[in-house]
């Protein structure tokens, strides 16, 4: 069964955090990179925000506008992968998924997302 789901989400002022998660199915966690996007209000293009990989290294990619602030891990043991978001800006809002890395709307299953609201 193909599952994708995240939670951790919320409203959050400013400079907030929060933590979020997400639970794969192994048919999509398995030994694949994860990564987490996310859409912004009235967006189409999901932009990627955190990127590991799915060897033991655990090598890390972000994006500059998130680079020092998010922390993406992941426990293999329960195929779940974790965004650590700290000092939240507004430009931050947006629904957020995970999903393996390189994932497109078109191509791939997505789950519902978890919604991050930040408030100047």
């Known amino acids: 069964q193909v599952q994708l789901v995240e939670s951790g989400g919320g409203p959050v002022q400013a400079g907030g955090s929060l933590r979020l998660s997400c639970v794969a199915s192994?048919?999509?966690?398995?030994?694949?990179?994860m990564a987490w996007y996310r859409q912004a209000p009235g967006k189409q293009q999901r932009e990627t925000v955190a990127?590991?990989?799915?060897?033991?290294?655990?090598?890390?990619i972000y994006p500059d506008s998130v680079k020092g602030r998010f922390t993406i891990s992941r426990d293999n043991a329960k195929n779940t992968v974790y965004l650590q978001m700290n000092s939240l800006k507004p430009e931050d809002t947006a629904v957020y998924y995970c999903?393996?890395?390189?994932?497109?709307?078109?191509?791939?299953?997505w789950g519902q997302g978890t919604q991050v609201t930040v408030s100047s």
């Open positions: 192994r048919s999509i966690f398995s030994r694949n990179a």
């Open positions: 990127r590991i990989s799915g060897s033991g290294s655990g090598i890390t």
């Open positions: 999903n393996r890395a390189g994932a497109t709307i078109v191509n791939n299953y």
